[in-house]
């Protein structure tokens, strides 16, 4: 497996996106949270992580969070046309319509199929 970034192990790094996505999908987004900033925190930022707290967030309802950590995800994977599909959802429910096409533009340019 490819990490983000370098770190330790790459079977803690599987562990703990497999454990973000789990609590997300338990709903246990405080677990979620935590789990991801610690990641951060020993230096496992990337793509998987960045998105996986976003995705807390949004679940959360806290959609500026969300889209500074989907462009923070970006970074890492500036083609990834499910995380520009996220950004426009996340703008579409704050009803910014003009963003939230630019970022379906985006997506649709990524994987027009």
Do not use: C
Request: aromatic share 10%; hydrophobic share 40%.
């Amino acid at each position: 497996m490819v990490m983000d970034s370098s770190f330790r192990s790459s079977d803690e790094y599987s562990r703990t996106v497999a454990a973000i996505g789990s609590a997300v999908g338990q709903g246990d987004l405080r677990r979620a949270y935590e789990l991801a900033n610690w990641a951060i925190g020993q230096g496992m930022e990337g793509r998987v992580i960045y998105n996986a707290r976003a995705l807390a967030y949004q679940a959360s309802g806290r959609f500026n969070e969300a889209i500074i950590d989907f462009r923070r995800a970006l970074k890492y994977s500036p083609n990834d046309a499910a995380i520009h599909a996220a950004i426009g959802s996340t703008y579409t429910v704050q009803n910014n319509f003009p963003e939230a096409i630019r970022a379906f533009d985006l997506a649709i340019a990524q994987n027009p199929n």
